[in-house]
């Protein structure tokens, strides 16, 4: 999909497309987007800022003199806009994790949601999964009926919420008469602003408690039809986990991600043992220097390498990039799958072009390889801007997988 706005920076584009697309299931409206979009300078992470901050607590307010007056439908959905508009606001802003606007954005967004949740039929329930320590957060979405259901255990990728995947997947599974459970596990936006837990590879250590607390303690749950579905970085953390976890039904990945290493030395000039081992150095000036230079010139590049570090709690952006080398499929994991996989693919993919294509040849279990085009307007890192779509063909795909 061409650019709309930002038409020589393709990463504040993509953010637009992201909130635009979340319209799809009451996450935006298009003109309070492109409003808000028009008056951001590109490339401009201040002004970013200070525009989606403005539509957010615009929206927050509608929000709160529409529930004051009783409009309960109102306030909950502007309310589900205005958490949206907080999480767009602080996005590129973890280059300094200390920057007092993040933690007062993050909140914002959370208490909005915790606000819309209250307003829904039934309520949305915030909830805490023991987790090694401390509770990993996030909300269960209760299908109609009493009879037990299938549950779709949904999470995030590099930079998204478990907020944000009510509009990413969470109302599409529950309109189908799914449970579906939302969280943020290590290196996501909960985790990682309230315990300091960074992302780790080790995915399967973070699905397990999850699929333990949902069969222990959720008897509405039908244990034998817990799926996984992880969003973009989430494509690779969600089949890993599947490769050690086999009580999952079935593992989604949207989109597919084979190997984030490819992406750490795809820049580099030279045979990728040789840049991992510079990479992974005590010391590498001229790599040091090579990545400042890209992060110059690459708009996707400084976002990623910025909140990445943030996200992976490392200090440096070459220790950001050694620490991608970590998350992969190869040398069998992906083969270790079982059950039923859906590997989605998007033909322009801003961040991953390839890898889906990558896993789904690596995969032994029953598989469906599901591409999503830029004709079909659908071609977008995971299918921002075409929610619909592209949730009907993949709850489809599970509804026939589970037979629901």
């Known amino acids: 999909m061409k650019p709309m706005l930002f038409e020589d920076d393709p990463q504040f584009w993509y953010e637009t497309l992201r909130a635009l697309g979340h319209a799809a299931y009451g996450g935006s409206d298009f003109g309070e987007v492109v409003a808000t979009a028009e008056k951001i300078t590109a490339g401009d992470y201040d002004s970013w800022y200070e525009q989606w901050s403005a539509t957010a607590e615009r929206t927050a307010t509608e929000a709160r003199t529409a529930l004051a007056g009783g ?13 949206n508009y907080f999480r767009s606001a602080e996005f590129f802003l973890h280059g300094n994790p200390d920057d007092p606007r993040i933690a007062a954005s993050y909140e914002r967004s959370v208490d909005c949601f915790h606000a819309a949740a209250r307003l829904f039929e039934p309520k949305i329930e915030p909830v805490e999964i023991p987790f090694e320590g401390t509770v990993l957060r996030g909300y269960f979405y209760r299908a109609p009926g009493d009879a037990p259901a299938p549950t779709i255990v949904m999470h995030n990728g590099f930079d998204g919420s478990a907020e944000e995947m ?56 039908d244990s034998e039809r817990i799926s996984l579905l992880g969003l ?14 086999h009580r999952l039904a079935a593992v989604i990945a949207v989109d597919g991600v084979y190997d984030l290493g490819q992406i750490s030395t795809k820049n580099l000039p030279m045979p990728r043992p040789e840049a991992e081992a510079l990479l992974r150095a005590e010391h590498a000036p001229e790599i040091d220097a090579a990545i400042e230079a890209l992060m110059k010139t690459d708009s996707t590049a400084r976002w990623a390498i910025t909140h990445g570090s943030y996200a992976m709690d490392v200090a440096t952006p070459r220790q950001f990039l050694a620490s991608y080398l970590d998350y992969t499929l190869a040398d069998g994991i992906a083969e270790k799958i079982t059950c039923p996989t859906l590997v989605c693919e998007a033909e322009d993919d801003l961040f991953f072009a390839g890898q889906a294509q990558q896993l789904y040849d690596h995969l032994s279990c029953p598989k469906t390889l599901q591409l999503f085009t830029v004709a079909e307007g659908a071609g977008a890192h995971c299918h921002t801007g075409a929610q619909r779509l592209a949730m009907g063909r993949i709850l489809d795909w599970l509804d026939t997988t589970l037979n629901h």
Do not use: K
């Open 71 to 83: 409009h309960r439908v109102t306030a909950r959905d502007a309310f589900l806009r205005a958490s």
């Open 166 to 221: 009510y509009f990413f997947g969470g109302a599409a599974g529950l309109e189908r008469g799914y449970h579906v459970l939302t969280f943020d596990g290590p290196g996501q936006p909960a985790a990682r602003f309230h315990d300091g837990l960074p992302f780790r590879p080790d995915w399967e250590s973070v699905i397990t408690p999850v699929v333990d607390w949902l069969t222990d303690t959720r008897p509405e749950v």
């Open 232 to 245: 973009s970085m989430g494509g690779l953390l969600a089949p890993r986990a599947a490769a050690f976890e």
